[in-house]
């Protein structure tokens, strides 16, 4: 039974951004989280996406207005890079689960089904709608080639919307079935957005990107118009050197349109391998991986490894979230306290 409540709970009419309505599309197999009318994000649950082989977010609106994820592969836009086609969205998965990647599935991608791993949505067990805030309840499998589950999972997302702020809480919790579950060492994965290319790093490599009508070419080029984005880390790190590096939040920050955006992962404390190792990249794959730390470090730590027994489970707490503005490293600590907090 799918359960939908509408919050009744008061709120400071002052700080209130507008009502956040959740709507759920069974022909489409997406949740539009909408605030005000006003498209914030889709949960994708389809089985029928032949690139998508997981759920997803996607795309994320920033509250003014711009899109901060890429378009490519499912709704390509003009000068995108046309690399990963695995990268849609947010989303939460990891490239070596008992030896299979989940990471790195797409039909687009010719790694022997065998090896890959896919996340299948079960169903919506509630939807809550309200003033500034509103949740959703999920259910998953991650399947084995065969279709087996090896893990269930158990997903709360929080959607928040404040003055010039959207914030997505995702807190899920994975519980291995009838076999040992291991995550093993590799840089793919965990918690990752792939982002607008106005937010990745200019760059002198030349790359393949979308023509202006959105089509994929094979010529290389550089090409940095718009592209604008900057990496700082809690610990003060910037720009492409963030990556294989600890931190408990990561922001990027850049301009989209004339607007300027920052958009900022917060790894929870009481997550494995916390402070998380970052997969973050120049080229807009931005992502938290707390199993990385032998591959992000060149060998100099020790794998982690990290198992399930039959019928355990493991919990991780995510925050994203979408700025209005540049944000100092200051104000993001400050936010990053009020996510601690909550």
Same mark, same amino acid.
């Given at each position: 039974?799918?359960?939908?409540?509408?919050?009744?709970?008061?709120?400071?009419?002052?700080?209130?951004?507008?009502?956040?309505?959740?709507?759920?599309?069974?022909?489409?197999?997406?949740?539009?989280?909408?605030?005000?009318?006003?498209?914030?994000?889709?949960?994708?649950?389809?089985?029928?996406?032949?690139?998508?082989?997981?759920?997803?977010?996607?795309?994320?609106?920033?509250?003014?207005?711009?899109?901060?994820?890429?378009?490519?592969?499912?709704?390509?836009?003009?000068?995108?890079?046309?690399?990963?086609?695995?990268?849609?969205?947010?989303?939460?998965?990891?490239?070596?689960?008992?030896?299979?990647?989940?990471?790195?599935?797409?039909?687009?991608?010719?790694? *022997?089904?065998?090896?890959?791993?896919?996340?299948?949505?079960?169903?919506?067990?509630?939807?809550?709608?309200?003033?500034?805030?509103?949740?959703?309840?999920?259910?998953?499998?991650?399947?084995?080639?065969?279709?087996?589950?090896?893990?269930?999972?158990?997903?709360?997302?929080?959607?928040?919307?404040?003055?010039?702020?959207?914030?997505?809480?995702?807190?899920?919790?994975?519980?291995?079935?009838?076999?040992?579950?291991?995550?093993?060492?590799?840089?793919?994965?965990?918690?990752?957005?792939?982002?607008?290319?106005?937010?990745?790093?200019?760059?002198?490599?030349?790359?393949?990107?979308?023509?202006?009508?959105?089509?994929?070419?094979?010529?290389?080029?550089?090409?940095?118009?718009?592209?604008?984005?900057?990496?700082?880390?809690?610990?003060?790190?910037?720009?492409?050197?963030?990556?294989?590096?600890?931190?408990?939040?990561?922001?990027?920050?850049?301009?989209?349109?004339?607007?300027?955006?920052?958009?900022?992962?917060?790894?929870?404390?009481?997550?494995?391998?916390? *402070?998380?190792?970052?997969?973050?990249?120049?080229?807009?794959?931005?992502?938290?991986?707390?199993?990385?730390?032998?591959?992000?470090?060149?060998?100099?730590?020790?794998?982690?490894?990290?198992?399930?027994?039959?019928?355990?489970?493991?919990?991780?707490?995510?925050?994203?979230?979408?700025?209005?503005?540049?944000?100092?490293?200051?104000?993001?600590?400050?936010?990053?306290?009020?996510?601690?907090?909550?």
């Amino acid at each position: 039974m799918l359960l939908i409540v509408v919050c009744g709970c008061s709120v400071n009419k002052k700080n209130v951004s507008g009502l956040i309505t959740l709507v759920n599309n069974e022909t489409e197999k997406k949740v539009d989280v909408l605030i005000d009318k006003n498209l914030f994000t889709s949960y994708l649950y389809s089985d029928d996406i032949s690139v998508l082989k997981k759920t997803t977010l996607y795309p994320i609106i920033a509250a003014n207005g711009q899109t901060v994820t890429r378009g490519y592969p499912l709704n390509t836009r003009p000068n995108e890079r046309t690399d990963h086609p695995h990268h849609i969205g947010a989303w939460f998965n990891f490239g070596d689960v008992n030896g299979l990647d989940f990471w790195g599935n797409s039909d687009e991608i010719k790694t *022997p089904k065998e090896k890959l791993g896919t996340i299948r949505h079960e169903k919506i067990v509630a939807l809550e709608n309200g003033e500034q805030k509103a949740s959703m309840d999920v259910q998953a499998n991650w399947l084995k080639p065969d279709g087996s589950v090896l893990l269930k999972e158990e997903t709360k997302f929080v959607f928040y919307a404040e003055n010039g702020k959207r914030i997505i809480d995702r807190v899920t919790t994975l519980k291995a079935q009838s076999e040992m579950v291991s995550f093993n060492d590799t840089k793919e994965g965990m918690f990752a957005i792939r982002t607008a290319r106005e937010l990745e790093h200019p760059s002198d490599s030349p790359v393949n990107l979308s023509d202006e009508n959105g089509h994929k070419t094979t010529v290389k080029v550089v090409n940095n118009t718009g592209v604008s984005g900057n990496y700082m880390s809690s610990e003060g790190i910037e720009g492409a050197d963030v990556w294989g590096t600890r931190a408990k939040w990561m922001a990027l920050s850049g301009t989209i349109n004339k607007e300027d955006v920052t958009l900022v992962i917060m790894d929870g404390p009481q997550n494995m391998g916390y *402070p998380t190792y970052w997969h973050a990249r120049s080229y807009g794959l931005f992502s938290a991986n707390p199993f990385g730390q032998k591959a992000f470090t060149d060998g100099k730590e020790a794998s982690m490894n990290f198992s399930l027994k039959p019928n355990s489970s493991v919990t991780f707490t995510y925050r994203i979230e979408i700025l209005n503005g540049n944000y100092s490293r200051e104000r993001l600590e400050s936010e990053y306290q009020k996510f601690v907090n909550d």
